[in-house]
């Protein structure tokens, strides 16, 4: 039981701390998300999602081999879905990565990844509050999760032949597709086609 009010006691003050970062932040700048945050800030909302973090999922093995296909497969999904924010190779150096706030990470350097592959999953499936990041969980393919794991955990050997890959998976707006669709038709020697034959839908999560 002491045990317990000493954890409790000790998750109250890091919540209390980081909360009074955020306050004194608001006050200094407003609610601006230029600024970037303060080291103190950044070390402390770590702490605290540390700490917030169930252990049981925190301790959670990542059920799924790491094998190339796995990798492969984490590629793809990470691909189509995450690399608007954090960047084929993980970086965060995107328009949208760099302007959240806090800035989405550069996953290869080690703050992500020291964390356990249990820590990684909470954090694709359930996302973290008062930052960008949502949670993906829920839709019942949890396997999909843990293949991003892997493929976060591969993230700082990736090749320039994956990069390449990874471009041809990345979400295209209307105009991308409607010139895929002209280029199309003109290989074919087929006459354009109005604008609004031309337009596909972009691939559904």
Known sequence: ???????????????????AIVLVSFIRGGISARPDPS??????????????IPSSSRDQANPISGSPRAVAEGRAHFADHCAACH????????P????LYPRAPDM?????????????????????????????????NPEASWQLV????????????????????NPKSPEEWRALDEDDSFLRGEPPRPAAQS???????
Request: without cysteine.
């Open 39 to 52: 080291s103190l800030e950044v070390a402390l909302a770590r702490r605290a999602r540390s700490w917030l």
């Open 108 to 140: 290869r350097k080690a703050p992500t990844q020291r964390l356990t592959d249990g820590e990684l999953f909470y954090i694709i499936e359930n996302g973290v509050r008062l930052t960008g990041m949502p949670a993906w969980g829920g839709g019942g």
């Open 96 to 99: 949208i990565g760099r302007s």
């Open 87 to 94: 960047a084929n190779d993980g970086s965060g150096d995107t």
């Open 150 to 169: 892997h493929f976060i955990r591969h993230l700082p050997e990736l090749t320039p032949e994956e990069l390449a890959e990874m471009r041809t998976l």
């Open 199 to 205: 337009e596909r839908k972009a691939h559904h999560h």
């Open 1 to 19: 039981m002491r045990k317990t009010f000493v954890v409790l006691g000790g998750l109250g003050t890091v919540v209390a701390v980081t909360g």
